[in-house]
């Protein structure tokens, strides 16, 4: 073996024996740089005579050539074996099952709000929407709530800049609906010719500092308003025990009103019902207030009290859901809880 063959198979051992591409661009260096072999060889011609150097230099280009040559197989092989590599590393495997989307759904309290609204418009109750911010006037003086009523406290209501609160109570939605409806029939009333009738409900989000198992600071109520010439207390139970019938699914109820006091109506009541079967059996549970409206508040609907008459109800969603699908504890829905609240998708 020549010099020129030592070098040859020198080159190929080292390029083979560089595992990447900078490693082999250094071997290279070592060859074809400007201080590299082949380099050093053609510097070496420069002694020879005119006819050593045709031979010799034509034998040190085709040396050259070779080791090119060989650097360029290795560069190739180098990269082919980086994207087997990195193919091997991305592998896809089409085989695997896809991944799936979290499926969303409505939440139970809103499902039973649904369920509200479709069985009181089969009534002929409208659905009427209000500010969860309420000015003092709406959520207590036109209800006939006096100063120093409890409810006004610090300790039940959630208070705002400038005076506002948090309503306490989908109420003052009665409140607002009736001086629109008023508003919208003016000329008639003016005339003295009968006033549509108003058959509303409100549901809503509600606040008051409230917790335990049955209370939730933000919780939800469903007010229900109906004003004419001669709605009366029986109307109101007729209208509820129609309701919690389709409601529940089920004639297997029973309905209390129990008397209380709202200033806001009279006489008033609270709505208790207990099933009379069924794992809740013989339980009672409160779900909502309800009354014939005092006369002041029908004043401040502007209305003649003497002329107009009718009941109000306020009812909870959230108790309802309760009952619906046996929860014990209400504050459930509002943890945010996913394990909780996906079961009740539909
Ligand atoms: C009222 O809020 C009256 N505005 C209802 C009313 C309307 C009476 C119209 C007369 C005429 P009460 O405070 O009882 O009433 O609340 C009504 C219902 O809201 C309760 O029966 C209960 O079902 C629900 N509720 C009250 N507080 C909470 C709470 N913190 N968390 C969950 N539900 C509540």
Redesign the pocket.
């Known amino acids: 073996m020549n010099d020129l063959d030592t070098l040859v198979s020198d080159a190929e051992r080292e390029f083979a024996a560089a595992p990447t591409p900078a490693e082999l661009e250094n071997a290279k260096a070592r060859y074809l740089g400007k201080a590299g072999r082949v380099t050093e060889l053609l510097k070496g011609l420069a002694a020879l005579t005119p006819e050593d150097k045709k031979t010799r230099g034509a034998a040190i280009n085709q040396t050259k050539q070779r080791v090119e040559a060989l650097l360029q197989a290795r560069r190739e092989a180098l990269a082919e074996a980086e994207l087997q590599a990195q193919l091997k590393a991305e592998a896809l495997d089409v085989t695997l099952p896809g991944r799936r989307r979290g499926e969303g759904g409505l939440h139970p309290v809103s499902l039973s709000i649904e369920r509200i609204e479709a069985i009181f418009g089969s009534m002929g109750f409208a659905v009427a929407d209000g500010p969860e911010i309420e000015t003092d006037w709406f959520n207590f003086t036109a209800l006939n709530t006096p100063e120093d009523h409890p409810a006004r406290s610090m300790h039940d209501t959630f208070y705002v800049e400038g005076g506002n609160v948090l309503r306490?109570?989908?109420?003052p939605m009665?409140v607002r609906h009736a001086v629109q409806h008023v508003r919208d029939h003016a000329d008639k009333i003016a005339r003295g010719e009968r006033m549509p009738e108003i058959r509303v409900i409100a549901p809503g989000r509600?606040y008051?500092v409230?917790?335990d198992a049955?209370?939730?600071?933000m919780?939800?109520?469903c007010?229900?308003l109906w004003i004419g010439e001669s709605v009366s207390f029986a109307d109101l139970k007729a209208v509820l025990a129609d309701f919690f019938a389709t409601f529940f699914e089920t004639t297997d109820l029973q309905l209390r009103f129990r008397p209380?006091f709202?200033p806001?109506?009279e006489p008033?009541a609270?709505?208790d019902i207990a099933f009379a079967s069924g794992p809740l059996k013989g339980r009672w549970l409160?779900?909502?207030?309800?009354?014939q409206?005092h006369p002041n508040v029908v004043r401040n609907f502007g209305l003649d009290a003497e002329h107009y008459i009718g009941?109000?109800?306020?009812?909870?969603p959230?108790?309802l859901t309760m009952l619906r699908y046996g929860v014990n504890d209400?504050r459930l829905f509002f943890d945010g809880d996913l394990r909780f609240l996906s079961q009740f998708r539909v």
């Open positions: 306490t109570h989908t109420s009665q509600t008051r409230d917790s049955t209370h939730s600071p919780f939800h109520q007010e229900g209380s709202f806001f109506t008033s609270e709505v409160e779900v909502g207030g309800c009354g409206v009941f109000a109800f306020g009812l909870g959230d108790r209400l």
